[in-house]
């Protein structure tokens, strides 16, 4: 059985930073593409940001570049979402997921992957 746990989510203030972490279980994670998506309120999931298995590439949002970077320790089954400068759009669920078909390129559409964890919240505060 598969299972996402994610963490680290919490309160902060316009400006801080925070660091995700997702881990992995019940299935080989290196080849894996993984994801990070989130959902505000009243507002579809979107994608955050992505990392491949076999080559680390990565891609971003145009609204987090800059500040959130994506990173994996295929050791530790585990992918990490680092989160600077946050501001108030930052604001929702953020959930990790796997698109267990491997390669290098990274899907930015949720239909591409077929697992997910169940979300932290990360509120931040003015």
């Known amino acids: 059985q598969v299972q996402l746990v994610e963490s680290g989510g919490g309160l902060v203030q316009a400006g801080d930073s925070l660091r995700l972490s997702c881990a992995v279980s019940?299935?080989?994670?290196?080849?894996?593409?993984m994801g990070w998506f989130r959902q505000a309120p009243g507002k579809e999931r979107e994608f955050v940001a992505g990392?491949?298995?076999?080559?680390?590439?990565?891609a971003y949002a145009d609204s987090v570049k800059d500040r959130f970077t994506i990173s994996r320790d295929n050791v530790k089954n585990t992918v990490y979402l680092q989160m600077n400068s946050l501001t108030l759009e930052d604001t929702a669920i953020y959930y990790c997921a796997v698109r267990p078909a491997g390669g290098t390129f990274v899907y930015s559409t949720r239909h591409m992957y077929t697992y997910w964890g169940q979300g932290t919240q990360v509120t931040v505060s003015s």
């Open positions: 019940g299935r080989t994670f290196r080849t894996d593409i």
């Open positions: 990392i491949s298995g076999s080559t680390g590439s990565t």
